[in-house]
């Protein structure tokens, strides 16, 4: 498997412009997030996803900010419009099988793709 | 809510000893799992190491292993012999056993290792 695929991993734009990040996790894996990673806040938690429901998106800072996994094997993070505020390291994480259940041993661990830095001047 | 405590912002370690990450976290469930992820220049995170909470044994992977102390809500990274490749930020996290929960992290600790 290649993994957690993020896109694009640099991303540099000026404010006020649309961005969409994208993610195609593990196949096979049911839960997909977003974490975003800044020196101020470190890793946040924005969005994520079970059998591509959104289940918790209170970590999603503000109405410019939005999430979609029209598929199990594709997700994107939109921001529209940009703020130079926004600029940070955005991570695709997945895992395996969930829902109700006891997380099993092979499920538990979250898998994180490289990250798409973006930058917005 | 659960939380993940790093109180070493920074540590440093010479080339071949072993140092000793702290984390602590607080949770009122009994049923969870923990992590220690590792994160290089690179920013990719990668996994370290894992310890299910219901397991008392303390989990190892080669150089690396940890000092579960579940009454205390403690959970210390050992990294043995230490190299230069370790040199990174390490994160402690925690997950809930039971689906539906994201993972929770601490504010990590920057690891140097001296040559």
């Known amino acids: 498997d ?14 006020g412009q649309e961005v969409t990040l994208r993610c195609k996790p593990i196949s ?19 969005i994520y996803f079970n059998n591509n429901v959104p289940i918790d998106d209170s970590g999603m800072p503000e109405d410019r900010f939005s999430a979609k996994m029209p598929n199990a094997s594709f997700s994107t993070l939109k921001i529209q419009p940009s703020e130079p505020r926004d600029s940070a390291v955005y ?24 990250g798409s830095r973006l930058t917005v001047l | 809510a659960q939380t993940v405590t790093q109180s070493q912002p920074e540590m440093s370690v010479q080339e071949a000893e072993t140092v000793t990450l ?13 992590f220690w ?21 303390n989990a190892t992977e080669n150089r690396f292993s940890v000092n579960f102390q ?40 920057r690891l140097t290792i001296i040559p």
């Open chain 1, 91 to 114: 991570f695709c994480a997945s895992s395996g099988r969930g829902g109700l259940v006891r997380l099993g041993s092979g499920a538990n661990v979250l898998t994180f793709g490289a």
């Open chain 2, 37 to 57: 992820y590792k994160q290089p220049p690179s920013r990719q995170m990668i996994l370290v190491i894992r310890q299910e909470a219901y397991k008392q044994q």
């Open chain 1, 28 to 46: 096979g894996h049911d839960y997909l997030f977003w974490y975003r990673q800044t020196m101020m806040r470190g890793l946040e938690l924005l």
């Open chain 2, 70 to 109: 579940k009454a205390a809500k403690s959970f210390s990274l050992k990294i043995s012999d230490s190299q230069l490749g370790d040199a990174a930020m390490y994160f402690c996290a925690y997950r809930s056993a039971w689906g539906n929960e994201k993972l929770t992290f601490g504010t990590g600790t």
């Open chain 2, 22 to 34: 702290s984390c602590t976290y607080d949770t009122s469930e009994s049923d969870y799992y923990l």
């Open chain 1, 2 to 15: 290649a993994g957690v695929i993020q896109s694009p991993r640099h991303e540099v734009t000026e404010m």
